[in-house]
Every structure is written in structure tokens, then in C-alpha cells.
């Protein structure tokens, strides 16, 4: 894929959400692969966003989160803490300190997120002044851990359904699941990511996955691309397209 040009008028920033008290795998994201802990890998590939302008860890305001803090750091990013619990509140504290438009979430466990997709879609809803796009194939996509989304929605979200965990939980998830609500704009995935896939890290299980995938894949220095990673997945399970 080809990266569009980063240049635009709007505030663009792109966000890690992450915190070590995860339910089913605490401490996940200081798990190595491939010798650096899941966190760095995270942030390497959102350092590949060229259309970000700044990239955000938004994690707790807890101490079991301060290893986070420290890798974030150290790569060069902003650091943000808040609710432990409402994940919304944090991500504001990113996007007014600032000043953003348009942000671009990024899921902490997700290590497969797409930085040229992320360019691509984020400057179709900048150039068209949306708030979101709606992907025009019907069923799930390779395209996970990421999205852009307008920082007009998000406000939208908290102000009509503060308490509805869609909202201050998972961020997106209610203005996603109210795209009559917004601006959208259509886009092409392409049948080759188009089906079913687990791309995040829950389980040790998943764990053991992607620890297989990278040390197939990586080379130091640089990200697994999501086309390599697709390929790999298909050769080692099967995969459902909806």
C-alpha cells in the first residue's frame, strides 16, 4: 500500500489505550515477543501512522501501569492518566491536551493494526469532514486494533450515552454502532483481508499465536507487516469469511 499525503489542515493524533490489569491475562502487555514486552510493539507500529502528529499512551492513573509509562517515554510519546475505569476520560485528557480532531484508537493488545490503512482511512474522513468510514464489505476484516475516528463523534457519544459502557468502555463502539447518526464514508477492503480473524492478545493461548507469527516474521528494526501476517495465519488456521 501506498501512504497518502500527511499533510492536512485538521489536528490528527493517535492514541494507545493500555493498562496491566487486564481480566484474563493481567500484566499482558509487559509479555515479551521476541524479546521486547508487547507494549513496544504496540507503539513501534504506531510510530509508522504518518498522518498522526502525535501519539498518546492513555493508561491509568495506578502504579502497576508506571512500566508503561516508562516505555512510552522512552520511545517518545505523550503520556496521559486517568479512570481506571473509564477509558473516555482518558482519551479526552489526550485529545484536549491536543487539540485534536481527529483521533486515531489504538487497541493495546491488538499487535497487528494496520499504519498505512490507518493513513488511508483517516485521510478519507479528513478530506470529506466525517467522522468515521463504513467499510462496504459485509462481514469482519483483518483490519483490527485500529480506527480513526472524528473527535465530533466522540463528544456526540459522551454527551448522549455517558453511562452506556459502549461509550466509556470501548471508546468507539457507540458511535460505531450509530453510523446513521454520523457522517460516514465508504471503504473498500479487499478480499484478501476480508474474514474472520483473532488478532488480539486474551488468552495465553493467543499469546503463544503471536509469539509463533513474530518469530516467523519480525526482523528487528522493523514492523510485521499485516500482509505477511494474513499469509501466516492462513497457511496455519483456517479462516471464515462472513
Not at 497487528?112 to 485521510?123: G, K, N, R, S, Y
Request: proline share 8%; charged share 25%.
Amino acid at each position: 500500500m501506498t501512504n497518502p499525503a500527511t499533510a492536512t489542515p485538521k489536528k490528527v493524533v493517535a492514541i494507545i489505550q493500555a493498562r496491566m490489569g487486564s481480566s484474563r491475562l493481567p500484566g499482558k502487555m509487559m509479555e515479551p515477543i521476541m524479546g521486547q514486552p508487547l507494549m513496544y510493539h504496540i507503539i513501534a507500529r504506531a510510530l509508522q501512522i504518518r498522518c498522526a502528529q502525535a501519539v498518546y499512551l492513555a493508561t491509568t492513573d495506578q502504579p502497576i501501569d508506571d512500566p508503561l509509562v516508562e516505555i512510552a517515554e522512552a520511545m517518545g510519546l505523550k503520556v496521559v492518566r486517568g479512570s481506571e475505569d473509564n477509558v473516555m476520560q482518558r482519551f479526552f485528557l489526550a485529545i484536549d491536551d491536543a487539540d485534536a480532531d481527529y483521533i486515531i484508537r489504538i487497541c493495546g493488545d491488538a499487535p497487528l493494526f494496520d499504519p498505512d490503512f490507518m493513513d488511508q482511512t483517516t485521510a478519507a474522513i479528513v478530506d470529506q469532514e466525517a467522522d468515521c468510514i463504513r467499510p462496504t464489505c459485509n462481514g469482519p476484516s483483518a483490519y483490527q486494533g485500529a480506527g480513526p475516528i472524528s473527535r465530533r463523534a466522540l463528544e456526540w457519544s459522551r454527551k448522549v450515552a455517558p453511562d452506556d459502557p459502549r461509550t466509556y468502555e470501548h471508546v468507539t463502539a457507540y458511535a460505531y454502532d450509530h453510523m446513521d447518526r454520523l457522517k460516514t464514508v465508504p471503504f473498500h477492503i479487499a478480499p484478501d483481508f476480508q474474514g474472520e480473524y483473532k488478532l488480539s492478545i486474551d488468552t495465553p493461548a493467543d499469546l503463544e499465536f503471536f509469539r509463533d507469527l513474530y518469530a516467523h516474521l519480525y526482523k528487528p528494526g522493523k514492523i510485521v507487516s499485516l500482509e505477511e501476517a494474513v499469509q501466516f495465519i492462513k497457511q496455519s488456521k483456517p479462516v471464515t469469511i462472513g
